[in-house]
C-alpha cells in the first residue's frame, strides 16, 4: 500500500469515527416535553401559587384554570436578568401542610408592598426606596436599622418578613 493510499484510509476511518459519534450523541439529545397537569374534569385549579427565585416580585399570585407559565412569570413581575428558564421547580404542598410566610425583597420591592409590613408606611417605605437609590442594594436585611424611623422594635417585628437577594 502507498503512502498516499494509507492516509486517504486513516482519514477516511476517522472522519467515518466523527460522523458515528456524532450521531450517537445527536440521538441522545431530546427535547424537554411538555408538562401537563392532569385535573379531574370536576375540580377547577383555582387559589395561589408562589412564584420566587430570580423574578421583579416574588411571593403568592392568584392561579387560575388555563394559566401558563409564562402569564405567572408575568404576574410575578417578569424575571430578573440572572434567571434560568432551562430549569424551573413547582412544588404542590400536602392538605395542612404549613407553608413560611411570604418575604418581601428589601432590594425590588415598590413602595406599595413595602408599606405591607408590619410599622411601615408611605414615608418609611420610601426612605427604603431612597436608600437602595442613593447607597445601593441593600447586603443584609439588618441594614434597614440604618433608615430613619426603623429601629429595633420595627425590625424584630419585620425580621422573619424581609430578604434580600442577591
Known amino acids: 500500500m502507498t ?7 486513516i482519514i477516511i476511518l476517522l472522519v ?3 460522523a458515528i459519534g456524532g450521531i450517537a450523541a445527536w440521538s441522545r439529545y431530546s427535547q424537554p416535553q411538555p408538562i ?7 375540580q377547577e385549579l383555582t387559589g395561589e401559587i408562589y412564584i420566587g427565585g430570580a423574578v421583579s416580585n416574588p411571593g403568592f399570585h392568584p ?4 394559566n401558563s407559565i409564562e402569564a405567572l412569570i408575568k404576574a410575578a413581575g417578569g424575571t430578573t436578568d440572572n434567571a434560568d428558564l432551562t430549569r424551573l421547580k413547582l412544588y404542590i404542598p400536602r392538605v395542612g401542610e404549613e407553608l413560611p410566610p ?4 428589601l432590594n425590588r420591592a415598590e ?7 408590619p410599622g411601615i408606611g408611605e414615608s418609611k417605605a420610601q426612605a427604603i426606596i431612597n436608600y437602595r ?5 441593600f447586603r443584609n436585611i439588618n441594614e434597614i436599622t440604618e433608615i430613619q424611623g426603623i429601629g429595633p422594635a420595627i425590625y424584630e417585628q419585620i425580621k422573619h418578613l424581609i430578604t434580600v437577594a442577591d
Not at 36 to 42: G, K
Not at 133 to 137: F, K, N, P
Open 16 to 18: 467515518a469515527i466523527i
Open 102 to 105: 411570604q418575604k418581601i425583597d
Open 3 to 9: 503512502k498516499n493510499r494509507y492516509w486517504a484510509l
Open 111 to 117: 413602595a406599595w408592598l413595602l408599606m405591607a409590613l
Open 36 to 42: 401537563e397537569i392532569s385535573i379531574p374534569p370536576s
Open 63 to 66: 392561579l387560575k384554570s388555563g
Open 133 to 137: 437609590q442613593q447607597i445601593g442594594a
